[in-house]
């Protein structure tokens, strides 16, 4: 039914940019909290960034600063500004929508992820 779609990963030098997009095919983006998650091999699944239907963002230290989360809700489009590219940011990162109020997991939707490899 919500199905999210992501874009932009590749590989790219340490010090680079990149910009990850995300779209989602329903007609609710607006009630949805949007973030990006990432996962690396062995690694546990972990918080990037995320906003909020009123336009608030929250991101961990290891990339504030570095990342920017944007959302246009024209588009359905939720977007993840990658700045200052370390080699630990290597990973598959995912889209993520949570339905804005609601319980954990009840309205919660995933991407199929996008590669991020960060190497000379």
């Known amino acids: 039914q919500v199905q999210l779609v992501e874009s932009g990963g590749g590989l790219v030098q340490p010090g680079g940019s990149l910009r990850l997009s995300c779209v989602e095919s329903g007609s609710n983006f607006r009630l949805y909290v949007m973030a990006w998650y990432r996962q690396a091999p062995g690694k546990q699944r972990e918080l990037v960034a995320s906003?909020?239907?009123?336009?608030?963002?929250n991101s961990p230290d290891s990339v504030k600063g570095r990342f920017s989360i944007s959302r246009d809700n024209a588009k359905n489009t939720v977007y993840l500004q990658m700045n200052s590219l370390k080699p630990e940011d290597t990973a598959v990162y995912y889209c993520?929508?949570?339905?804005?109020?609601?319980?954990?997991?009840?309205?919660?939707?995933w991407g199929q992820g996008t590669q991020v490899t960060v190497s000379s």
């Open positions: 993520n929508a949570d339905l804005f109020g609601s319980r954990r997991g009840e309205y919660t939707y």
């Open positions: 906003i909020t239907p009123g336009g608030n963002t």
